[in-house]
């Protein structure tokens, strides 16, 4: 009897021994002060490090407070990340380049817990993309050809379109397709924007390889052109985009006189001129990136993932500018070397658009 009480007590002492080493380990977290610092910043404090106003931020979780799935009951365990946290801790990642780790160390959370917050506003951002990225009623394009012809001349002016390139990390099998001209590993965004670098149309997803004017050929505003007429977008023949000399001239899309060595004054004038309304949207790319630090290099080999965190991104954009909060950043004058391509336009769409790019040349009186 004796003997089976050793053993058990062996047993126990084994178990209790095992127990401690298999026990899982607590990772260290700071003191859970981060609530208070965040208080306790000032507002330029404030704006710098989540990129936006305490004022445009109460506005966000106002905005996202409309959305059911954002406020999460507590049912026991461990208390749910308030709206407030999440977007918080969505801000701080975006608006930074540190890895996801890093951001949770801050917010006295494990990276598991950024991440699912992370996904979660994000595509929340996303949804509500068809809401802050619009494309401009009738009743806009007066306002905005207004305004982009008293800071350029160049008149019926809505919008200006460009490329832009994201760096990301593509999967194995995927490099050759996310490869770009600069040999760097890229997804391709179309996007439009006003003078006021206020993003009216987006497609984001496009593999780097692809051209401007192949993601142009396959972007919403000119299949819905090509099947449902210019009017139905652009609602006057006097209302175009501009472009750069990637794109194809058409009625409502212009673009610099090709220069082959042997342009007039008139036409060299007319590229200048062109060229100056249009920085718009390179700004626009520019302030992008510069505010969302995130977008220089998006670490993830999930495609789809990427291309939401630029959409994102975008949103946020477009959210800042909408409620009059910018911010100081250095935009880099991006050089573009814009490839010969062919275009799948028919002879009388480039007519229409050399007609209508002299009657501009004659009405700019240069």
């Known amino acids: 009897m004796l003997h089976q009480n050793i053993i058990k007590n062996n047993v126990k002492k084994r178990r209790k021994l095992i127990s401690t080493f298999l026990k899982r380990q607590q990772h260290y977290r700071i003191n859970n002060t981060v609530d208070k ?27 996202f407070r409309q959305d059911a799935q954002m406020d999460v009951s507590y049912t026991g365990g461990h208390e749910p990340l308030s709206i407030e946290k999440k977007l918080l801790i969505t801000l701080w990642y975006l608006a930074k ?28 951002l996303c949804k509500f993309s068809s809401k802050i990225i619009v494309w401009p009623k009738k009743s806009d394009c007066v306002e905005i050809a207004k305004v982009f012809h008293e800071k350029s001349k160049f008149p019926g002016v ?30 391709l965004m179309q996007g439009i924007c006003t003078s006021n670098k206020i993003f009216t149309n987006v497609n984001v997803g496009f593999p780097g390889r692809l051209h401007d004017a192949r993601v142009f050929v396959n972007s919403q ?42 342009l007039n004054s008139r036409q060299r004038q007319f590229n200048y001129t062109l060229s100056k309304a249009r920085v718009c949207i390179e700004h626009a790319f520019g302030l992008l990136k510069g505010r969302w630090r995130r977008l220089l290099y998006i670490n993830t080999t999930n ?64």
Not at 222 to 229: A, L, M, P, T
Not at 312 to 318: D, E, I, P, Q, T
Request: charged content about 25%; proline content about 2%.
């Open 158 to 187: 809505i919008g200006a379109i460009d490329g832009c390139h994201f760096t990301v990390k593509p999967p194995a099998d995927q490099q050759d397709s996310y490869t770009d001209r600069k040999l760097n590993k890229s997804i």
């Open 221 to 262: 505003v000119s299949i819905k052109v090509d099947e449902e007429g210019q009017e139905e977008l652009f609602y006057s023949y006097k209302y175009h985009l501009l472009g750069d000399s990637a794109y194809l001239n058409l009625s409502w899309l212009i673009v610099p006189f090709k220069d082959y060595g042997n």
């Open 303 to 366: 495609m789809k993932k990427a291309s939401k965190i630029i959409l994102a991104c975008c949103v946020l954009h477009n959210f800042c500018l909408l409620n009059d909060d910018y911010l100081d950043v250095v935009v880099e004058n991006i050089l573009k070397v814009n490839e010969s391509q062919e275009h799948t336009r028919n002879r009388f769409e480039i007519l229409t658009g050399d007609v209508k790019r002299n009657e501009i040349l004659r009405l700019l009186n240069i």
């Open 37 to 63: 610092w965040i208080e306790a910043y000032i507002d330029n404090d404030f704006h710098g490090h989540f990129r936006m106003t305490r004022s445009t931020f109460t506005k966000l979780v106002s905005m």
């Open 97 to 124: 380049e540190g890895a996801m780790f890093t951001t949770g160390e801050f917010f006295n959370i494990a990276k598991s817990t950024v991440k699912k917050a992370v996904d979660l506003v994000v595509n929340q």
